[in-house]
């Protein structure tokens, strides 16, 4: 029970927060808003007074200064008004802002399960959906509240002053219409739902073929996606055309109840003038303000809609912000990292999977260390170990002889880089695509690009560094891409570098100059290459031979070849 409780102040919590940390322009914002409320009334007297005062009993002066009154207050209003908006636009966009970055921050310290799990579709509708949504909620949905309540409050005793019969038997007719129209709205909010739905399938199929346009040709899946898109498309179109119709037809209704209410306040209010119960003034007055009495219930109901929806929202968020990260901001971040591994009696499974067996392996500064397995050995599971993405279930994994759990996260990624088997290239400029914003000097980018044998297709390219690359960029091969990588790599200067088959995609030529890269590499830093191919291993200082996540064989190429019925030396002589 107690739990429950908790969970249901959960959303509360977080808009509470939220609150607190813009409080200074709220108590500005609501000061303005409780002077509109005074404003609204104000100016709604000085009308009754202009008929009343002036008008009526024909006095020239009181025209000219009610009128002066009812300007100005007008203007007034409306830069009240203007300014209480600016005010809760510019925390709800600086509160929009905030959870967006927390949220990517977030990301970037999840684990590799969340990390696998992670949804696109689900993160960019937080990002686009669930974040904008609040905005109203954290801003200027509770204010409001408050303020329709208190305007209301002040009309409805400004017009039982005026005429308390006749505002008793208006507010008996609103309170009627007020059901009829939430009738019309809830039948309009179902249609809206059904074009939402609809509109949100055909928005996913279309991102389905926009993003495999040319697999669905070689797939021959082209009769298949433009019948999926069309079908969806007549519902969309029968929901669509059911809402446009049950919008105008809502219209007509709403405005029927208003011209009802009109008739009413006009045929009673103007029978109580002919009576002289009433003033011209304050007949107007009804006329204009006796819509605005039950404002505050709509309001109410309709920020309760957004609560709830809200609700679920910030839910969805603090869901992810629950998940697991692997933070370690007190670790250590300053010793004399040389790089020296070591993976001491490693057992590893993703989930129930085991993947890793016993593993018992070195990799020292200053040496080049290869490790070769079939595919699916469980050798990127090494690297994922090594980066913490995820934690070995036993033994222990050591650099310079300290657990790697108790370096500070960050520090340890960053002495770490890693050039592995899928590139990535971001939308930017190939020269973006290598620095990733960091201030590099252009000899050294150039140094690097020589050594890892990119230098010539790039200055061949139209705008050379500046080429556009990634998903709106120019297409370089994959094995351009793993040249660009290794250039990314080697500009990082990390002291330990992992090479995840980089050879694997290019020729024989462009694999033997970037061997030869790595290889000069080596005085001072620590380097892996992973590989399924022997292209380096005889070059390499020490070799492991992984077989079904446990290390079979070890030793120096020298050591290896010679191993009766060894994997190795069988690999080599098929080669
Ligand atoms: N995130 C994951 N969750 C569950 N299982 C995984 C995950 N990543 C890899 N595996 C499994 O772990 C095993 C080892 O995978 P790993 O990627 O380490 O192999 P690999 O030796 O690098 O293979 P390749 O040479 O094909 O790259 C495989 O059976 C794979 O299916
Ligand atoms: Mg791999």
């Not at 009240?80 to 990517?104: A, N």
């Not at 009309?155 to 009627?176: N, R």
Request: net charge positive; hydrophobic share 45%.
């Amino acid at each position: 029970m107690r739990s429950h409780t908790k969970k249901d102040n959960i959303e509360y919590h977080f808009i509470i927060e939220y609150f607190r940390k813009y409080l200074k322009s709220h108590l500005v914002a609501f000061f303005f808003y409780i002077l509109t409320v005074l404003f609204n009334l104000s100016i709604a007297y000085v009308m009754m007074q202009v008929l009343d005062k002036a008008i009526v009993n024909r006095q020239m002066n009181d025209l000219i200064f009610y009128l002066l009154c009812y300007l100005i207050g007008s203007m007034l209003l409306n830069v009240l008004q203007v300014t209480i908006d600016y005010i809760y636009d510019k925390i709800g966009k600086k509160i929009l802002v905030t959870l967006r970055i927390s949220v990517l921050k977030h990301l970037f310290k999840l684990d590799g399960e969340s990390l696998t799990e992670l949804n696109t579709g689900f993160m960019l509708s937080i990002m686009h959906s669930d974040i904008p949504l609040l905005e109203t909620v954290l801003t200027k949905m509770f204010p409001s509240i408050i303020i329709s309540v208190l305007t209301s409050i002040g009309f409805i005793l400004l017009l039982l002053f005026v005429q308390p019969f006749l505002l008793l038997i208006i507010l008996f007719f609103e309170v009627l219409t007020f059901f009829v129209q939430k009738k019309i709205g809830d039948y309009v909010k179902n249609i809206n739902e059904e074009f939402i739905n609809n509109n949100t399938k055909s928005y996913s199929i279309l991102q389905e073929i926009f993003s495999n346009a040319k697999n669905v040709i070689i797939m021959k899946g082209i009769l298949f996606f433009t019948h999926k898109f069309l079908s969806n498309e007549r519902n969309l179109m029968k929901s669509d055309l059911k809402l446009e119709v049950s919008q105008t037809v809502s219209n007509a209704a709403n405005n029927a109840c208003n011209a009802l209410t009109n008739f009413i306040v006009l045929g009673i209010g103007g029978y109580m003038v002919l009576k002289n119960k009433i003033t011209i003034g304050g007949l107007v007055m009804f006329l204009n303000y006796s819509g605005r009495l039950l404002s505050p219930i709509s309001v109410i109901s309709q920020s309760y809609i957004q609560y709830q929806q809200a609700k679920i929202s910030i839910n969805r968020i603090l869901n992810f912000m629950n998940h697991s990260t692997k933070s370690k901001h007190n670790g250590i971040q300053e010793n004399d990292f040389k790089g020296d591994i070591t993976f001491h009696n490693v057992n590893f499974a993703y989930k129930d999977k085991r993947v890793l067996m016993n593993i018992n392996l070195e990799a020292l500064n200053g040496k080049v260390t290869n490790i070769i397995g079939a595919s699916g050995s469980g050798k990127t599971t090494l690297i994922n170990l090594l980066m913490r993405f995820w934690d070995i279930n036993s033994g222990i994994i050591t650099i310079d002889g300290i657990n790697i759990k108790d370096f500070n996260l960050s520090y340890l990624r960053n002495k770490i880089s890693v050039v592995s088997q899928d590139v990535i290239m971001f939308d930017d400029t190939i020269l973006n695509n290598l620095i990733l914003k960091q201030k590099i000097d252009m000899d050294e980018v150039i140094k690097c690009l020589e050594m890892a044998d990119a230098y010539d297709f790039i200055m061949a390219l139209p705008n050379q560094l500046d080429t556009m690359i990634g998903e709106k960029g120019v297409t370089v091969s994959g094995g351009q891409r793993q040249k660009l990588a290794l250039a990314r790599a080697l500009l990082l200067n990390s002291p330990i570098i992992i090479f995840d088959e980089v050879t694997a995609s290019l020729d024989n030529v462009s694999a033997k100059k970037i061997e030869n890269t790595i290889l000069k590499l080596c005085p001072n830093k620590t380097i892996i290459i992973i590989t399924h191919k022997l292209s380096i291993s005889k070059l390499s200082d020490y070799i492991y031979v992984l077989d079904d996540g446990s290390i079979v064989e070890s030793g120096t190429h020298e050591e290896l070849i010679i191993l009766p019925n060894g994997i190795y030396s069988h690999m080599y002589s098929m080669k």
